[in-house]
């Protein structure tokens, strides 16, 4: 049972690791947006599309995942399979958080096999897996969104 609560205990944390990486994602593009080719913008348009930006991360920091996500389809730096990957996470994520500990009895002292625990454990595991790959490939887009914005900022 400690296995199995340690294995979900990681992917949420995971899971959170990806919602702030999106979020950061979000923030960097949006501050990015009012550079259209590359061109200089004027000091005044780029400082108000910043307070925008640090208005939308503010923000982000009260918002659900799914809002989060919902807010990523129009970022430039995502395309449809990081937001189906997003998608997986968050389900799993509120699986998890929601419904997981309701329907397993066990969980609340009931009776299971070691079959039920370990498949449990093994699905955790998966996600961890998918929600680290997934995380590696946001911290990418991070570090692209950075250099272009100390390049053009």
């Known amino acids: 049972m400690d296995e199995l609560y340690r294995s979900i205990g990681?992917?949420?944390?995971s899971a959170q690791a990806i919602?702030?990486?999106?979020?950061?994602?979000?923030?960097?593009?949006?501050?990015?947006s009012v550079f259209k080719n590359n061109e200089e913008v004027p000091k005044e348009i780029y400082s108000y599309n910043h307070e925008r930006a640090d208005e939308l991360f503010e923000w982000m920091s009260g918002a659900t995942m799914g809002e989060?996500?919902?807010?990523a389809r129009k970022t430039p730096s995502m395309n449809r399979q990081l937001v189906s990957s997003l998608e997986?996470?968050?389900?799993?994520?509120n699986y998890v958080a929601h419904r997981l500990f309701k329907e397993k009895?066990?969980?609340?002292?009931?009776?299971?096999?070691?079959?039920e625990l370990n498949s449990l454990k093994k699905r955790a595991e998966e996600e961890l897996k998918f929600s680290n790959k997934l995380n590696d490939a946001l911290?990418?887009?991070?570090?692209r969104l950075r250099k272009e914005y100390e390049r053009i900022a």
């Not at 989060?68 to 807010?71: C, D, K, L, Q, V």
């Not at 009895?105 to 079959?115: R, V």
Request: proline share 0%; hydrophobic share 50%.
């Open 19 to 32: 919602e702030r990486n999106l979020s950061i994602i979000i923030y960097i593009d949006e501050i990015l």
């Open 10 to 13: 990681i992917m949420m944390h």
């Open 105 to 115: 009895a066990f969980l609340a002292g009931g009776k299971t096999t070691q079959i």
């Open 139 to 143: 911290l990418e887009i991070i570090g």
């Open 88 to 93: 997986r996470v968050l389900n799993y994520r």
């Open 68 to 71: 989060i996500i919902n807010r």
